[in-house]
C-alpha cells in the first residue's frame, strides 16, 4: 500500500523489466531463484551419495570425489541463498526506518 491506495504491479516486456518491478517483488524473484538453485545442489548431493553407495568397487574413489565437489557447491548455494535472505531483511528494516 502506497499512501492509502494499493500498489499495481507493473509488467513490462522491456529488457529492463526487473526495474519496473517494486524492490519487493525484485527480492522475491531472487530469493526464489535463489532457494532453486540451493534446491538442485542438494538434489545433486543426494544423487552423488546414492551413485557412491551403489557404485562398485573400482568406482567408489571417483563417486566420492563427486560427492564432495556436490557438497561445495551445496554449501556455496547456501551461503548465496543466506546473503539474498540477508539483503531482503536489510532492506525491509530500511523501509520500515523510513517510513
Known sequence: ??????HRLSRSSGRNAD???P????????DAREL???RESAQRVTRAWNAWLAADRPARGWCYDDYEEALAEEERAAAQFERMLQLAKAAQQADS???
Open 1 to 6: 500500500m502506497f499512501f492509502g491506495r494499493k
Open 19 to 21: 526495474r519496473d518491478e
Open 23 to 30: 524492490p519487493d517483488e525484485m527480492f522475491v524473484r531472487r
Open 36 to 38: 532453486g538453485n540451493w
Open 97 to 99: 526506518d523510513s517510513a
